[in-house]
């Protein structure tokens, strides 16, 4: 078939009639719904549930005796956030978990320890740094650094996997979904998002639960083992046992100010 | 310009078809890894880059390399370069293309990677990156296809393309600079935490670019008509620059070494031990490391005696820092830096077949961009001789 100059106009300014008159029927739509969103009361913040200047948590080992008061705690992770179980290392999502004092206090472990010392289990999450590594690597403002209470978030539909969070972030606290994670939650929490594949995610110190005046689901399971608090109230007891007893962090030397503290000797310290 | 690479011996579109054929699977693998996730690869919650990433920093090397053309030939009036600058140019293109591909085929969501524009993150080294690495692509586009359009009509290039030409000089210092800076400011990652890292990168990314480039160079010479160094010393003057980059980048590594080692620091130590002795019984990389130490002395040395003129021993030169240099910084630099992890376990990283694949496809596609533009440059050149 042969167009001829004056045929290919006459189509080509058909359709671009048509392309702009539908363009103005869809704005026109979206114009209305613009404006009945108008109406209704803009977004305000929330007012109710638990606010704070600096999120901040003690995790007293002394109350972490046995092997089922550490269980308990990551399992109410794992169940209200929809962690996946892939069954292997390499894919592994973890927001709570638990290591030993070797290895997680690498800095302060000494040849001399006895091996009940050094395998002493400690929980280790997310530490909402202050000057968090990840959030200046992260090229999409995917992760960042809510200002008003210092919590480290995801914002799991703009992150692009790209990992650079993970290189960055020196307490392995991020977890990529190198697999689709539904088939492999045991029971799907409804009113927790799942994630889809190839998205990075962590632990949130529970903002959710936070919103409705609810604790972090791991504190209210640990039975006192995790305090919850803010660290800038002079009052709270995060603050109180931070200032007045022997805490560590870990890798404080690095300059990202964790925001979670280990109380090693417990109540027998000072 | 461009029907010139449609028109060639059986010999060129074999190896065309080739070529398509590698791709063609590259992509096969790629849609694998697409529909099921990076959990096809080798890469883990603690090795969390892999080949790709590591692909994606040699090339920006390959890719800066081209300066070492322009600077002399351009800045220098060093004439001796006019006929191998386009060459390194089309270098240049073909490797930010690929560099741009290992980056896409990296990342989860590869259909959101213009948040990375979308949401620009000033404090984010990676969105310099995509901004130096584009522009990077542009100022080459420009460059390469001007000069040779010009000269295929047998004018000098318009006067409007010298400021790009010259821009293109800290342009190229630039891409290696910002990508040695993804690396060399995260806390914690002791392999990557150095401020010699950016000087580092480009000692070895003008070893290696220019060997590569000569070697192609070696192979247009062989296979057309046209010679990109006819008796005039380009690629003798070449190899100096090479044997010298290479050299300052062997130093740079030393002085790494010995920070590390003397300081008795563990954190610093720990990478290097595993890279050349293994840690807590795990070698997959040390093979690796002693190929790339002995291949990058072997070099150096043919480089540095008359070797270098030797017909024979000049490719074997190299072709070992090429491979020397690969190895360090497209296997090594990027997996070791996640050993040890931040528990100080051993995660080891196996690259997956289907990982492979796609690596191989992209190279393909880097291979095709520079035999097409090859192509081009050489019928013009060929052209012109007549």
């Known amino acids: 078939m042969s167009v001829n100059r004056r045929q290919f106009l006459k189509r080509a300014g058909a359709l671009t009639a048509l392309g702009l008159g539908g363009s103005f029927v869809l704005t026109g739509i979206r114009g209305k719904i613009a404006d009945a969103a108008s109406q209704t009361p803009s977004y305000q913040k929330q007012k109710q549930g638990l606010v704070a200047k600096h999120w901040a948590m003690v995790v007293d080992m002394s109350k972490f005796k046995t092997e089922e008061d550490i269980e308990r705690v990551i399992q109410s992770c794992d169940t209200i956030h929809n962690i996946p179980d892939f069954g292997n290392k390499k894919d592994e999502i973890k927001w709570i978990w638990k290591d030993d004092f070797e290895h997680t206090f690498t800095e302060s472990k000494n040849e001399y320890l006895t091996e009940n010392f050094k395998e002493l289990p400690f929980m280790i999450m997310c530490n909402h740094c202050e000057n968090p590594p990840c959030v200046k690597a992260c090229p999409t403002g995917a992760t960042f650094k809510r200002a008003d209470d210092g919590i480290v978030m995801m914002d799991y539909h703009r992150c692009i996997g790209c990992r650079f969070c993970m290189g960055a972030c020196p307490f392995g606290a991020r977890s990529f979904n190198y697999r689709d994670p539904k088939p492999h939650i045991k029971t799907i929490n409804p009113d927790f998002p799942t994630r889809t594949i190839g998205v990075v995610e962590k632990c949130t110190f529970c903002v959710e639960r936070l919103e409705k005046g609810l604790k972090p689901a791991c504190v209210e399971a640990s039975k006192g083992g995790l305090i919850f608090g803010d660290l800038d109230d002079t009052n709270s007891e995060v603050r109180k046992i931070i200032s007045s007893k022997f805490t560590i962090r870990r890798k404080s030397e690095l300059g990202t100010q964790p925001s979670v503290y280990y109380l090693v000797g417990g109540e027998e310290s000072v | ?386």
Request: proline share 5%; net charge positive; aromatic share 16%.
């Open chain 2, 1 to 386: 310009m461009f029907e010139k690479a449609l028109t060639g011996s059986k010999r060129y579109w074999a190896w065309i078809f080739f070529l398509l054929a590698v791709i063609a699977l590259g992509v096969m693998a790629y849609l694998r890894q697409f529909n099921e996730g990076l959990g096809l690869t080798g890469m883990s919650r603690d090795v969390s880059w892999g080949l790709y990433i590591a692909q994606f920093t040699f090339l920006v090397g390959v890719a800066a390399s081209a300066v070492m053309l322009v600077t002399p030939y351009y800045l220098h009036d060093f004439k001796r370069f006019g006929k191998l600058v386009i060459l390194g140019e089309f270098l240049a293109i073909a490797a930010v293309i690929m560099c741009i591909l290992f980056i896409f085929v990296d990342v989860g969501q590869p259909m959101r990677i213009l948040n990375v524009l979308l949401y620009p993150q000033l404090h984010s080294v990676m969105f310099y990156d995509m901004c130096v690495l584009a522009g990077y692509l542009v100022i080459n586009l420009v460059v390469g296809w001007t000069t040779l359009g010009a000269e295929k009509k047998g004018t000098p290039p318009p006067k409007w393309v010298k400021p790009i030409i010259y821009l293109s000089i800290p342009w190229a210092f630039s891409i290696h600079t910002v990508t040695a800076f993804l690396y060399a400011g995260l806390p914690g990652r002791f392999f990557w935490m150095t401020a010699i890292m950016a000087a580092r990168f480009l000692a070895s990314a003008f070893a290696a670019g220019p060997a590569l480039l000569i070697l192609l160079a070696l192979l247009v010479r062989k296979l057309s008509k046209f010679d990109p160094d006819p008796g005039i010393g380009a690629i003798q003057s070449l190899v100096k620059i090479i044997r010298y980059a290479m050299i300052a980048n062997v130093f740079f590594y030393i002085c790494e070494v010995f920070t590390a080692f003397y300081s008795n620091s563990p954190d610093e130590m720990a990478p290097f031990k595993y890279v050349f002795f293994g840690l807590d019984g795990h070698t997959s990389l040390v093979p690796f490391m002693w190929t790339a130490a002995v291949l990058a002395i072997v070099g150096i040395a043919l480089l540095i005696f008359p070797t270098r003129e030797n017909k024979v021993l000049l490719p074997i030169a190299l072709l070992s820092i090429f491979l020397a240099n690969w190895i360090d910084k497209g296997i090594v630099l990027i997996i070791a830096g996640f050993v040890p992890n931040s528990f100080e376990r051993v995660t080891e990283y196996f690259p997956s077949g289907n990982e492979i694949s796609i690596v191989v496809g992209i190279y393909a596609i880097g291979a095709l961009i520079i035999t097409v533009l090859y192509k081009i440059a050489i019928s013009v050149r060929e052209q012109n001789q007549i």
